[in-house]
């Protein structure tokens, strides 16, 4: 790799503490940690490969934690799971013990007992979180393993973390737990999270999930024909919701992702449930959607009660139950932060072109307690995340590494050797 902008001392001096991407590409330490990238792109890969292929769904991520803690012990770092499962290995810095966590999350969408084995075809690798997040947990190691080849020092401590419950209904409390342990520490948040170059997550998605439970008498489908059915009132109240207008700015979304409940084709259900996930990019208007939510699943019980008093079959009314499985808060970078200043002279050095976004990630919770966060992609290319037919290709990898390497290099300050 060429240095294109103008060299300055390859010396770090006690003065000159704050570096640029110029100063940082001119030590030949750093040059050899980038090259490694390249050169072990192919270790890197099959490294990927077998991390995804350890199962991690909700909640039992202990046995992927352990494989990576291996690693992580393996390139000669100090490693501990924390009680919430958090897999974190400290590289001590020079400095005065403050701390720069790069975190990428264990866990994966698919439940136990997902066909997780890893296919290649045609340079791609196919395979359930073979993307998200096989790739940021690569980089974890990828990157600890070429700063200590390269011998490179910081003075911020780093943590590498593989955190727990990042997906779903995580609620992303490995990040809450790591934040509630390290916040007085931490100055800066860089979680990896799936494949890419071309965005930097700066704000945080709010969002909320929410499950709803009809509860009714049941019966049969002939003799009982009429009494309320949860799963009618639902479909009422969902048939309501759905036509809820939302405003394309600030973007808001929902989802109906799950409906389950009856017993058999000809009963009348006892319960039904379904489970909503809400989000927008203010959270006034996730509030908004619930309370529409609720209204409209109310509504359908109310429509349903009424038929069946109209046929006679009242009887037993149908209750409802709603119960907030989750919050993520929002929060955002603000626009003068070291650390997206960082990223931008990586993504310059690189000639990387890439746009700020907002998504809902384990930065959510730094971001939302006001500590500088951001998300990348931790390079190649992927589709399918979240779906069976998930796929990753590493081709260009290392540039991802590289960008994460130069923005960690930046923001933890590169010590020089006679710091
Ligand atoms: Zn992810």
Request: hydrophobic fraction near 40%; aromatic fraction near 4%.
């Amino acid at each position: 790799m060429l240095l294109a902008v103008g060299l300055l001392s390859t010396r770090n001096t006690a003065s000159s503490r704050r570096t640029s991407a110029a100063d940082l590409t001119a030590d030949p330490r750093v040059q050899q940690a980038l090259a490694a990238f390249t050169v072990y792109a192919a270790a890197i890969t099959d490294e990927q490969i077998r991390l995804s292929e350890i199962p991690a769904p909700p909640f039992h991520e202990s046995v992927r934690a352990a494989y990576l803690g291996k690693l992580l012990a393996e390139i000669g770092l100090k490693v501990r799971t924390d009680e919430a499962g958090n897999l974190i290995a400290e590289r001590p810095g020079k400095g005065k013990g403050d701390l720069v966590l790069i975190a990428a999350h264990l866990d994966t969408v698919f439940p136990a007992g997902t066909d997780v084995h890893v296919r290649r075809e045609n340079g791609k690798l196919y395979g359930p979180g073979i993307s998200d997040n096989g790739t940021g947990l690569t980089a974890l190691v990828a990157i600890a393993r070429a700063m200590r080849d390269a011998k490179l020092e910081t003075r911020s401590t780093l943590l590498f973390a593989g955190t727990v419950g990042e997906e779903g209904e995580g609620n992303l409390r490995g990040i809450r737990k790591m934040m509630e342990s390290y916040r007085k520490q931490i100055r800066y948040v860089i979680a990896l999270d799936g494949a890419s170059t071309d965005y930097i997550t700066t704000a945080a998605l709010a969002s909320r999930r929410v499950e709803i439970g009809v509860n009714g008498p049941g019966g049969h489908s002939w003799s009982d024909f009429g009494a309320p059915n949860p799963i009618h009132a639902l479909a009422r109240g969902i048939a309501a919701f759905v036509k809820t207008p939302v405003p394309e700015d600030p973007r808001t979304t929902f989802n109906v992702g799950e409906i389950e409940g009856g017993t058999s084709v000809n009963t009348i259900p006892a319960k039904a449930q379904i489970k909503v996930d809400l989000r927008s990019e203010s959270e006034p208007e996730i509030a908004k959607m619930e309370t529409a939510l609720r209204a409209a699943i109310q509504g359908g019980v109310d429509e349903e009660m009424t038929i069946a008093r109209n046929r006679g079959m009242a009887g037993e009314p149908l209750t409802v139950e709603a119960r907030v499985l989750g919050v993520r808060p929002g929060g955002e970078l603000p626009s003068n932060s070291p650390l997206l200043a960082a990223v931008r002279a990586a993504d310059d050095y690189l000639g990387n072109r890439s746009r700020l976004e907002r998504s809902s990630t384990d930065a959510n919770i730094p971001l939302s307690i006001g500590i500088p966060a951001i998300a990348l992609g931790a390079g190649g290319r992927s589709g399918g995340a979240h779906s069976l037919e998930e796929w990753y290709e590493p081709a260009g990898r290392d540039a991802g590494l590289q960008r994460i390497l130069l923005t960690i290099l930046h923001v933890a300050e590169l010590a020089g050797p006679n710091d």
